[in-house]
């Protein structure tokens, strides 16, 4: 990928919201490309958060263990989106573990270099406490849902959060154009791989969507978006 490219790819990210071409491009040229392979983890929860990274390639899942010892999705992210922005905070841990889903690249900065660099161009600073404060609203709302809303309702939330994110559109409907599977879908949604593949299977029956091996299209959106807000009528 070339240099235009990669800075194409995160300009395109929150933190430069409002910043110079100058602060920006310090920024980036300050940074490390880092590769990560397919499962492999960029960090771990309750290491030291002393690295931030913006995505330039691949998809990368937020995960969390419980004191349970069970693995809750919290988030899945893309190409421009940072990881590890609690690194502006200073003196934290990381809260959750980040995993590759497929094979990334992506730009790293040390919390030094990055708290240098905020201090020059204070923007930065005010753009990673805004996605601070965002990620931790996404957070709030997840855990509403899980505790007010029904399963299957849940997971028409995730599927379509996903869509936004990673949609595609194919000549059958919408492709969300990641790796997905069952097992993942439940783990976002607080819930067993039974319910999920219950109410997938209802779904492909109805002709809502198609489901492959770690594969979902949808091909009728706006009834998933009707079982999301509680519209229609739900069996779980």
């Given amino acids: ?26 920024f ?14 960029i960090f771990h929860q309750g290491e030291p958060a002393d690295v931030f990274y913006i995505i330039i390639s691949g998809e990368v899942k937020l995960l969390q263990v419980t004191p349970e010892g069970e693995q809750v999705i919290l988030h899945y992210f893309g190409s421009g989106d940072g990881l590890g922005i ?14 590759a889903v497929e094979e990334c690249q992506l730009l790293a900065w ?10 020059q161009y204070p923007q930065l600073a005010f753009n990673g ?10 957070l709030q709302h997840q855990f509403q849902e899980l505790s ?10 995730a599927v379509l959060r996903l869509v936004r994110q990673f949609g595609k559109k194919i000549p059958e409907g919408v492709l969300i154009d990641m790796p997905l599977s069952r097992e993942d ?3 976002m949604t607080g819930t067993n791989l039974y319910n999920v593949s219950r109410i997938l299977r209802r779904w492909e029956q ?8 770690k594969r979902v299209v949808l091909c009728q959106p706006h009834e998933l978006v009707l079982i999301s807000e509680g519209l229609t009528k739900q069996n779980d």
């Fill in 185 to 187: 879908l439940a783990q």
């Fill in 206 to 213: 109805a002709g809502f969507v198609n489901i492959g091996r």
């Fill in 129 to 138: 406490m805004e996605l601070v404060a965002h990620r931790f609203a996404n």
């Fill in 28 to 41: 980036i040229a300050n940074g490390r490309l880092h590769q990560a392979a397919q499962g492999a983890f």
């Fill in 86 to 99: 609690i690194v502006v905070l200073g003196s934290m841990d990381y809260p959750a573990s980040a995993q």
């Fill in 110 to 119: 040390d919390w030094e270099t990055a708290r240098q660099l905020m201090l």
């Fill in 148 to 157: 007010t809303q029904r399963v299957e309702q849940r997971i028409a939330l």
């Fill in 1 to 26: 990928m070339s240099d235009p490219e990669i800075v194409d790819i995160v300009s395109r990210s929150p933190l430069f919201h409002d910043v110079t071409p100058k602060a920006r491009d310090a």
